[in-house]
């Protein structure tokens, strides 16, 4: 479960709700109610399968123009 972090917002989301990709700064997935950016970071189970993480705030890689 993924809580959108735009404080007006704060949606909850299934991952099967959000599309997960990543435009460059990491992963992210767009609230599909107020488009905010939210980051994930991915983790592989030990049985190979894909858990993703929710960052608070943004990856540090400098500078972002949004
Ligand atoms: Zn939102």
Known sequence: MFTCRNKTCE??????????????QGLLFRCPLCATRNYLERFEGE???????????????GPVAD
């Open 11 to 24: 949606a909850q989301w299934e991952e099967s709700d959000v599309v997960i990709k990543n435009e460059g």
């Open 47 to 61: 049985d190979g399968s894909v858990l993703y993480e929710q960052l608070e705030g943004r990856p540090d890689l």
